[in-house]
């Protein structure tokens, strides 16, 4: 249809819009697990699993944010969301709906796809490239 054929010339900026705000819900997870803000994530220090959770989440999260490095930060943390769902989600069930697993899942393949697709417009890796 050629209405929707128009669309494609903003394929660039829906691409930003997915980075920017998957990475400020990613980097909620990291600052709850390291500050405690918005609220706080388990009880008591950190197990070093968790605490190079917080450090991607938060510090990676960053970087796919600005945009900076995203190929290699979105695959890094595709792997740490595969890892999270296989340790933390599926042993309490097989299906992602009842073991509380639906955002890791989605989180990883969002990333997976960031590797594939690269960081788009408004990023520090295309910031002398036109959209």
């Given at each position: 249809m050629p209405t929707f054929e128009r669309l494609s010339a903003y394929r660039p900026y829906g691409l930003a819009a997915l980075r920017i705000m998957t990475a400020l819900l990613f980097i909620e997870h990291g600052?709850?697990?390291?500050?405690g803000f918005p609220a706080a994530q388990g009880d008591g220090p950190l197990s070093t699993l968790f605490l190079i959770a917080a450090l991607l989440e938060t510090f990676g999260g960053i970087l796919i944010l600005i945009g900076f490095a995203t190929r290699p930060v979105a695959f890094?943390?595709?792997g740490e969301?595969?890892?999270a769902y296989f340790?933390?989600?599926m042993p309490h069930s097989f299906f992602p709906a009842l073991n509380q697993g639906d955002g890791a899942i989605l989180f990883c393949f969002i990333f997976l796809y960031l590797f594939f697709a690269g960081a788009g417009p408004l990023s520090v890796d295309n910031r002398n490239a036109t959209a």
């Open positions: 600052t709850m697990k390291l500050f890094l943390l595709a969301m595969a890892i340790m933390a989600h």
